[in-house]
């Protein structure tokens, strides 16, 4: 058995669901498979002393789910004061329009056509909550509508599928831009070496207690795998599909046509910039 210490970003072990920080609660959704790990995180997040919850992420249109996220919450003693969204895929937006209709709440999101109200979300604003802070951080690159959401009191970020509990995320081509996500990437390192950043709260998998290990394991594997796709091409593997069964041969099949949307977005990339 590998220590989790020993892993990249020191993945927590144990039960996903529950407290994850002061102001942090996960409430697991039902929806596990090899895309979603053990299912998509639905965060709620509050001052400790507040009556008011932030959630993030409903999740699926699952109203068994939707259900006992308010619940959760109510047992807390919060009351869902606003949903936003990380972005627009269905295992973390599908479920947005019920569970507004459940509380009540507005629903904030990059995407125009996710959000219910008036207000969208910036770059760097700070949402403010019965005394809570979450600052907008802009991560475009796994969805061109991604984002991620610090949370200084906790010294956490919250990352949808930016950066994962387990594994490594996809680059959703061609809404995905490899550029964008490394970009994406480095704004969030700044956010460990700059700002204190230490806890990822992701949108799938377990909470990591070493967020620049793995943001800098992302960024390496990411290097890596340019450079597989790289020497791939020049040995004639020219096709998206010829590249996956080259360079993910030791990878599950059933992971491939995600792998290849990933090749894609890493093809076009290369092609930019000259490399092949």
Known sequence: ????AALPGQPRGG???GPATARAVNVLAPNASVMTLDGTNTWIVAEPDSESA???DPGPLDEGHLRNVVDVAAKAG?????TLLTHGHPDHAEGAVRFAELTG???RALDPALRLGDEGLGAGEVIRVGGLELVVVPTPGHTGDSLCFHLPADQAVLTGDTVLGRGTTVVAHPDGRLGDYLDSLRRLRSLTVDDGVHTVLPGHGPVLDDAQGAVEFYLAHRAHRLAQIETAVENGHSSPAEVVAHVYADVDRSLW????LSVRAQLDYLKEHGLI
Do not use: G
Request: proline share 5%.
């Open 105 to 107: 709440t507005k629903v």
């Open 257 to 260: 046509p995600a792998a290849e």
């Open 78 to 82: 919060k009351r869902i004061a606003l």
């Open 1 to 4: 058995m590998t220590d989790a």
């Open 15 to 17: 039960v996903l669901a």
């Open 54 to 56: 932030v959630v993030i």
